[in-house]
């Protein structure tokens, strides 16, 4: 029977530098994503990106071979934005604006592209004045399509919690889009007549 | 079953993708209840443009190699506070440990030999006198203070000495030659005494030399 191959950790954890770059190329895409979903900013995400490898390099002795080290990076992740985010806030704005021109859909009619970039514009600012644990929510269940139970260990939550956060996540965008936005499909809003005189 | 709750259940199921057996009530639901399928509907739209707006701020996905570098760069320097320690890292070390031994030396006087008797400040105007106290032996020798003359000036002028030369100066900004010696030799003394700035003074005498330590010395004005 042929003796184990080490895996990418157990590697690293032997000073194996080429395991180190194999285990940050492997790891690095969903660890910058989340990093730039929150912090919107891709010179802070980056930043964040290499403390995160650098850290995983010093405490590489305590991961733990036999599961992926990927709940670990992404919670050091998200713990090392939220620890930065608040300091530089002013400074992801005008990517905000940026990013929001760039993605409307050109192949839209104008008037479609101008509703959608409003929603879009509307939701970005929404999701930037979630609370920090129900952002992290939706970044680990709709950004990365985590199951409720990946995103439950990594938030350090149970499911219950998780889908909670979800929901009030949700609830939260959804009260900030403009009021004919938030009526279902087909329903009319009543006015009630103004009477003259009054 | 109320349609709100069926809706709010009917919501979660298509949010976390619960279909099992106990959803098929909901659905029968759903296909008969105009409004729960707009609710739905709505709700589906919500989070297709959720993973839009998401997506857009993730736009470069991958981050630059220049990353890598980097992080290189960095996990190759030694980390910090390994190695040798500091000369500031010592010196920290060194006045914590002081700082820890003066601390328990102080309590252990305190505790062992030491009470809190009450003198009369007997030059001091009622704001700053108040609450003036001398620590002092539990067995009194004949040094006993309490109720003896505070010590007056050479030139005989009524005003005390005694604030001046237990602060270590005299009027004129001069240590004093000499200071009241009713202290047996070796008896260690702790007077501690707010002074008039509302800050507190800590003043250790012994008996030789009779001068007292002023700990806080304050400048002359």
Request: glycine share 6%; net charge neutral; aromatic share 6%.
């Amino acid at each position: 029977m042929e003796p184990r191959q080490p895996n990418l950790v157990e590697r690293m954890q032997g000073e194996d530098l080429d395991a180190f770059e194999e285990f940050f190329t492997t790891f690095r895409r969903p660890v910058y994503a989340t990093a730039l979903a929150i912090t919107r900013d891709p010179f802070l995400a980056e930043e964040i990106l290499q403390d995160c490898f650098v850290k995983a390099y010093r405490v590489r002795e305590r991961l733990d071979p036999a599961r992926s080290p990927l709940p670990w990076l992404q919670r050091v992740t998200i713990n090392l934005c939220y620890s930065r985010v608040s300091r530089r806030r002013s400074l992801a704005e005008p990517i905000t604006s940026l990013i929001t021109n760039l993605v409307i859909d050109l192949a839209q009619r104008p008037d479609q592209a101008v509703e959608s970039r409003e929603v879009l514009e509307v939701l970005q600012r929404g999701i930037d004045a979630l609370p920090p644990k129900q952002q992290t929510a939706v970044i680990l269940y709709y950004l990365h399509g985590y199951s409720l139970a990946e995103a439950a260990e990594i938030a350090e939550c149970n499911v219950g919690t998780m889908k909670s956060r979800v929901h009030y996540a949700l609830k939260a965008l959804r009260v900030r889009l403009p009021v004919e936005r938030r009526l279902p499909v087909g329903a009319t809003i009543k006015v009630a007549p103004v009477r003259p005189g009054r | 079953m109320s349609c709100g709750r069926v809706r709010r259940e009917l919501l979660e199921i298509v949010r976390f993708g619960d279909f099992g057996p106990s959803a098929a009530s909901h659905l029968e639901h759903l296909s008969n209840c105009r409004h729960c399928r707009d609710e739905v509907g709505f709700d589906r739209a919500l989070v297709a443009q959720l993973r839009r707006a998401l997506e857009a701020r993730v736009d470069p996905e991958a981050p630059p190699s220049r990353a890598w570098y980097a992080i290189l760069r960095e996990v190759q320097r030694p980390e910090p506070g390994a190695g040798v320690l500091t000369w500031s890292a010592s010196l920290v070390g060194w006045l914590r440990t002081g700082t820890a031994m003066a601390g328990t030396g102080l309590a252990l006087l305190l505790v062992l030999q030491m009470e809190v008797v009450p003198v009369p400040s007997p030059d001091r105007s009622p704001a700053a006198g108040v609450g003036s106290t001398v620590l002092e032996p539990l067995h009194p020798g004949p040094s006993e203070r309490l109720g003896a003359e505070p010590p007056t000036r050479r030139d005989g002028s009524s005003r005390s000495l005694a604030s001046e030369d237990e602060r270590g100066i005299s009027a004129d900004g001069v240590m004093p030659e000499s200071a009241p010696t009713d202290q047996a030799p070796g008896e260690l003394r702790l007077m501690v005494r707010p002074v008039p700035e509302a800050s507190s003074e800590i003043i250790f005498t012994t008996g030789s030399p009779p001068e007292p330590v002023d700990l806080q010395r304050e400048a002359p004005s």
